[in-house]
């Protein structure tokens, strides 16, 4: 992928849901939310303060976070369906 985030935005893909409730009852696409789940596939380099210093972001590619609903800009680069948001959307990281 040749996108690079600026600043302390994150690139994030999507993790799938599950396709099943816990009593067995398929969810058809059609019914089924977007999930709040993803993996951090770019970070950029961080936010400067206010004397011009960057400040490194706390996640880093890889890491499985967890973000609010309405949560960053759907894009779409080399044909896959990415997320583009600031630090401060993640709620946590998991795991």
């Given at each position: 992928?040749?996108?690079?985030?600026?600043?302390?935005?994150?690139?994030?893909?999507?993790?799938?849901?599950?396709?099943?409730?816990?009593?067995?009852?398929?969810?058809?696409d059609t019914?089924?939310?977007?999930?709040?789940?993803?993996?951090?596939?770019?970070?950029?380099?961080?936010?400067?303060?206010?004397?011009?210093?960057?400040?490194?972001?706390?996640?880093?590619?890889?890491?499985?976070?967890?973000?609010?609903?309405?949560?960053?800009?759907?894009?779409?680069?080399?044909?896959?369906?990415?997320?583009?948001?600031?630090?401060?959307?993640?709620?946590?990281?998991?795991?």
């Amino acid at each position: 992928m040749n996108f690079r985030p600026l600043h302390d935005r994150v690139v994030v893909r999507r993790l799938e849901s599950e396709e099943k409730t816990a009593g067995g009852i398929i969810i058809p696409d059609t019914a089924k939310e977007k999930p709040q789940q993803g993996e951090i596939v770019a970070v950029g380099p961080g936010a400067r303060d206010e004397s011009g210093k960057v400040n490194a972001l706390d996640v880093k590619a890889g890491d499985k976070i967890l973000f609010g609903k309405w949560s960053g800009t759907e894009v779409k680069i080399d044909g896959q369906d990415l997320l583009i948001m600031k630090e401060s959307d993640i709620l946590g990281i998991v795991g």
